[in-house]
Structure formats: C-alpha cells, structure tokens
C-alpha cells in the first residue's frame, strides 16, 4: 500500500514537537479468538468511557455546589492543558502511524483492536480537554466532533474487515481505510493546532496583562518550554505576540529577576523567521531594554 502523505506529514509534524516526551512502552498483544478480542474491545472502550465520566465528577459536595474544579489558579491549568494535550497528541500520533504499518501487513486484527484505542484516546482527550478550560468555542467544537465521527466510522469499517476473507473485497476496504486515518489525522493535527493556539494566547494574555511575579515567572517558564518542542510552536508564540509580550515586561524592573528566563525565551523563538521579525517591530525602548540586559 502507499503511504498516504497527509497521514505521514502529520505524524512528522506531531513527532517534531514530541520528540523529546518518553517512548511510550510496546504493547504486546496475546493470541485470542474472536469472542476473547470482542470482549477486549468493549473492555476498552467501557474503561474510556468510565474513566471520563469520573474524571468529570467533583471530588466533594461543596465543590458540585459551586459547580467548580479545584484548579488553584488559571496558570496551573494552561500548564495542565498543555501537558495533556502534547501528552495526547504524541500517544495518538504514535497510533495512527502503527495502524498504517499493521495495515499494509493486512494484520485486520491489529488493525480493529489499534483503531478501537484510538477511538478511545481521542474521546478522552476532549473530554479531558474539555472538563479543564471548562469552555470551548465554535471552531473547535467542529473539528471535536468530525473527529470523534470520522473514528467512529473507521471503528466501524474496521471491524468488518475481520469478518471478510475475500482478498478482493478486503483489498478495496483497504483503499476505504486508508482514506478514513487520512481524514482522521488530519482533522486530528488540526485540533491540536487550535487548542496550541488557544493556551499560547492565555498564556500571552497573561504575561501582558498580569503585575503578579508568580504568574509571569510560570506563563514565561511555560513558553520556554514549548519553544523546546519544536520550531512549530515558536512559530505559533512569534504569530500570538509572544515577543512583543516578552519584551514589554522587560521594561519593568519588578521582574528583573526574570530578565535572563526572558532573554532565553526571545533567543528560543527568535531560531525562526517568524520570531526575528517580530522582533524587528518591537518599540525602540524595549530593544533598548534588551541591551541594557545583554551588557555586563
């Protein structure tokens, strides 16, 4: 089978910004007949299903009163997102790549129980997703729901694909399927994209609009991070007006003990066009601030 370059391309991109997350343990799959494999499946998806619903339940009766999670603080939560939605993104990258290999090995097997886990992940991140930023908008309540249908459907073919023997029949569903991860992944790279944007936006916000050291030091130290993910999420923190935000700060001597964490984070997006140019319309006075950094 071809490698479809729209399901490679978005493993590249995902694999870019994750490279440096763990490698997640193999899974080693046991031989089983077919009651033993439909059994294991549902098992999957009812321990989904149950682990979002607890998830989405308040820890005590106070809590359900106020109708509110116990988040100490709206930094401590865009650090949650994010590491939950790098954490996601690599998981069901990783997946949707082993489906493509399994498939063109005609390992339908594989293939079913691999795209019922996907399934699962992909309803556990937005939920997840979801019951943390505890709001969500238009745009992105599209792409969560084509994506959750578009997995469904690919459960769904999938699955009678283990009933079928005919080499012909299986070999057109094969066309079908790869169709299907195409479609998957790339709504699946565009979701991500939209929740990146929306937690470096709160981040910025924060970083523009808050005089408390606390909460700049973390909106600073979350940016950094990402920067070491990739050069795409520089790009993404140079277009939200991370550098702008960054170098306003600067000029304010109540975070001078910041100063060096924010040099580091400039230089760190600064490695893409995006950042030097933003850096080139910044104000005079904070470049003058920049120097008056830099010197000795």
């Known amino acids: 089978m071809i490698w479809n370059e729209s399901v490679r391309f978005t493993h590249y991109c995902i694999y870019v910004l994750l490279a440096d997350n763990p490698v997640l343990p193999s899974m080693h799959l046991i031989q089983m007949d077919s ?20 998830q989405s339940k308040p820890i005590s009766l106070e809590e359900d009163a106020h109708g509110e999670f116990p988040i100490s603080s709206a930094q401590h939560s865009a650090g949650d997102n994010l ?24 390992r339908w097997q594989r293939v079913h129980s691999m795209t019922v886990r996907v399934n699962c992940h992909v309803r556990s991140m937005i939920n997840e997703y979801n019951i943390l930023t505890r709001n969500s908008w238009e745009e992105m309540h599209q792409y969560e729901k084509m994506l959750v249908e578009k997995c469904s459907e690919l459960t769904t073919v999938t699955e009678r694909c283990i009933q079928i023997e005919d080499e012909q029949i299986l070999k057109s569903m094969k066309s079908c399927i790869n169709d299907a991860l195409t479609t998957v992944a790339q709504y699946f790279a ?15 916000k924060e970083i523009h609009s808050s005089d408390n050291l606390y909460s700049v030091e973390s909106a ?25 935000a960054l170098l306003k700060i600067c ?11 924010i040099l ?20 005079p006075p904070s470049l003058g601030s920049v120097k008056t950094m830099c010197s000795p």
């Not at 009651?35 to 682990?51: A, G, H, N, P, Y």
């Not at 001078?256 to 964490?261: H, V």
């Open 264 to 283: 580091r984070t400039v230089a760190s997006v600064c490695c893409v066009e995006e950042g030097i140019q933003q850096l080139e319309k910044v104000s």
């Open 190 to 204: 565009q979701l991500i994209e939209l929740a990146l944007t929306h937690e470096i936006k709160n981040l910025v």
């Open 220 to 244: 600073v130290s979350n940016l950094f991070s990402l920067t070491q993910e990739g050069s795409h999420l520089c790009r993404i923190i140079a277009k939200e007006g991370g550098i702008v």
């Open 35 to 54: 009651v033993q494999r439909w059994m294991e499946d549902l098992k999957l998806m009812t321990d989904s299903e149950c682990m979002c619903i607890l």
């Open 83 to 106: 590491q939950l939605l790098l954490k996601r993104a690599w998981i069901i990258s990783t997946e949707l790549t082993r489906i493509v290999q399994k498939l063109e090995k005609n």
């Open 251 to 261: 000029r304010q001597d109540c975070f001078r003990c910041l100063y060096p964490q």
